[in-house]
T-cell receptor
């Protein structure tokens, strides 16, 4: 069945480095994917909407130069956290629409030292 | 701006009890409402989706209701089990055009054996 696969599940990096997170739709095509961020004991906040073949749409307050999104195919979207800092440590989750339902990836826990 | 609130933030009950989780939203003009389950450090699993024209949806021991005019939804869990322990998130889809969701902060549910 339709599944959203997200990798890696956990990543630890040094401050100043860049980290790439992948989100793949399996058994369905996703023209649009969504990237959310979740801080401990808080809700998911939408960061950006990723559209295949075009530029992503970022929510207010999200730095587009820091969070680079690429949606080069109908099954893959990537989020790159550039020059990561400790305050970027968070849980990042992607989602894609399969019909009326939104399917979510398993999330990526990013820890920046 | 749509805001979603969930009460209580945390709930602990003995196994076997029936329980109700609450969700409220500020703008009644919604397209649909969805309940998710999130296990620690994991992604989201969709439990029930209620369209704006519907009053309730049922799946097994779960029943979700929607009162759009009052901006409220409830998730009823019957005969709770330890395996039901998780965080339950309520999310509103504001309109048909955009598939992005507005989430509540969640209710952390613990079922004690």
């Amino acid at each position: 069945g339709a599944v959203v696969s997200q990798h890696p599940s956990r990543v630890i990096c040094k401050s100043g480095t860049s980290v790439k997170i992948e989100c793949r739709s399996l058994d369905f095509q996703a023209t649009t994917m969504f990237w959310y961020r979740q801080f401990p004991k808080q809700s998911l906040m939408l960061m950006a909407t990723s559209n295949e073949g075009s530029k992503a749409t970022y929510e207010q307050g999200v730095e587009k130069d820091k969070f680079l999104i690429n949606h080069a195919s109908l099954t893959l979207s990537t989020l790159t956290v550039t020059s990561a800092h400790p305050e970027d440590s968070s849980f990042y989750i992607c989602s894609a629409a399969a019909g009326e339902k939104l399917l979510f990836g398993s999330g990526t826990q990013l820890s920046v030292l | 701006k749509q805001e979603v609130t969930q009460i209580p933030a945390a709930l602990s009950v003995p196994e076997g009890e029936n329980l109700v989780l609450n969700c409220s939203f500020t703008d009644s003009a919604i397209y649909n409402l969805q309940w998710f389950r999130q296990d620690p450090g994991k992604g989201l699993t969709s439990l029930l989706l209620i369209q704006s024209s519907q009053r309730e949806q049922t799946s097994g021991r779960l029943n979700a209701s929607l009162d759009k005019s009052s901006g409220r939804s409830t998730l009823y869990i019957a005969a709770s089990q330890p395996g039901d322990s998780a965080t339950y998130l309520c999310a509103v889809r504001p309109n048909q055009g955009a598939q992005k969701l507005v989430f509540g902060q969640g209710t952390r549910l613990t079922i004690n054996p």
